[in-house]
T-cell receptor, first 110, second 111 residues
Framework: GIQVEQSPPDLILQEGANSTLRCNFSDSVNNLQWFHQNPWGQLINLFYIPSGTKQNGRLSATTVATERYSLLYISSSQTTDSGVYFCAVEGSSNTGKLIFGQGTTLQVKP | GAGVSQSPSNKVTEKGKDVELRCDPISGHTALYWYRQSLGQGLEFLIYFQGNSAPDKSGLPSDRFSAERTGGSVSTLTIQRTQQEDSAVYLC?????????FGPGTRLTVL
């Protein structure tokens, strides 16, 4: 099945810094989503982005489907950005079944 | 509007007991998914519903696990004869088409 790898596994930032999180996937995808899991465990949808670029406030994401990777950019990080960021993809199942990466754990220090 | 809700939020049970976990999806969402999150395995897909039918059950780990959905809405995940390795957070998501929206999860602890 499709493999999803995220890097880095852990990241520590000072408040105000920028960061880039990467997601590599091993096959073509129908669906790619980025999620933020907050310290209470809630998974929050950030982007649905199987291709192209999107921006939402301080966050933006780019997926280059032909090269099988996606990037999540966080600018001017805040302590509330702390948590785990997951990339999840749907392969050829056509059921919407998401395969998750192992996540990037981000800690933003004040 | 209201998001996906799950109950109970926490469940502690003894090995060998049966448990039922409930998911109330966002109104109008035809697709519903169950996932499991555990320390060793990360986030794993369990089952997918489209309406009341389950075209993809490939992630259910054993025949002790079953799920149903009624009225194209509420879903129940049942685990029979629970084992300690079933301890995890069980997450439900619903979707109108492509984007999946997750509930807060049920933390299951099997003693």
């Amino acid at each position: 099945g499709i493999q999803v790898e995220q890097s880095p596994p852990d990241l520590i930032l000072q408040e105000g810094a920028n960061s880039t999180l990467r997601c590599n996937f091993s096959d073509s995808v129908n669906n790619l989503q980025w999620f933020h899991q907050n310290p209470w465990g809630q998974l929050i949808n950030l982007f649905y982005i199987p291709s192209g670029t999107k921006q939402n406030g301080r966050l933006s994401a780019t997926t280059v489907a032909t090269e099988r990777y996606s990037l999540l950019y966080i600018s001017s990080s805040q302590t509330t950005d702390s948590g785990v960021y997951f990339c999840a993809v749907e392969g050829s199942s056509n059921t919407g079944k998401l395969i998750f990466g192992q996540g990037t754990t981000l800690q933003v220090k004040p | 509007g209201a998001g996906v809700s799950q109950s109970p939020s926490n469940k502690v049970t003894e090995k060998g007991k049966d448990v039922e976990l409930r998911c109330d999806p966002i109104s109008g969402h035809t697709a519903l998914y169950w996932y499991r999150q555990s320390l060793g395995q990360g986030l794993e897909f369990l089952i997918y519903f489209q309406g009341n039918s389950a075209p993809d059950k490939s992630g259910l780990p054993s025949d002790r696990f079953s799920a149903e959905r009624t009225g194209g809405s509420v879903s129940t995940l049942t685990i029979q004869r629970t084992q300690q390795e079933d301890s995890a957070v069980y997450l439900c998501a619903s979707s109108p088409s492509t984007t999946q929206y997750f509930g807060p999860g049920t933390r299951l602890t099997v003693l």
